[in-house]
């Protein structure tokens, strides 16, 4: 059976990125690899075994352009409005808590917040299929 273990991003400054995630979502740096042009940097939480790997190009000097074909990236927190309170003192800037609805029944509770690199993370209310 396969299991999920990271998702990757490229960044352009490791500091900015690191802190935006550990002030957002508690995650810390597991391990960090430095290589001839660039380094890896693996972030990650007791919550879970998955990791968002951030990836520095040493040379790169423009910021990343993210196409049509990226969508986000969804973390679950235990109590949303406590958690969209919290990011706002923080200066990350969320967008307002909305509720997706399907055939009248609530499927999620959410807000999205975007990382110093502009990549879109979606935060669901825990609830269920999103646990």
Not at 17 to 30: C, E, K, P, S, W
Not at 47 to 67: K, M, Q, W
Request: proline share 3%; charged share 25%.
């Amino acid at each position: 059976m396969a299991k999920a273990i990271h998702a990757m991003i490229r960044v352009l400054d490791e500091g900015r990125a690191v802190a935006f995630y550990r002030t957002a979502f508690g995650l810390d740096i597991a391990d960090r690899f430095d290589f001839d042009g660039f380094t890896l940097v693996y972030l990650r939480n007791a919550e879970a075994d998955f990791e968002v790997e951030l990836t520095i190009n040493h040379d790169r000097t423009a910021p990343y352009t993210h196409g049509d074909g990226y969508g986000h990236v969804a973390f679950a927190v235990d109590d949303l409005a406590a958690e969209h309170a919290r990011f706002v003192a923080s200066g990350l800037q969320p967008t307002p808590i909305r509720e997706m609805r399907h055939g009248g029944t609530l499927l999620a509770r959410l807000f999205f917040v975007s990382d110093p690199d502009g990549y879109r993370i979606e935060v669901l209310q825990k609830q269920g299929r999103y646990r």
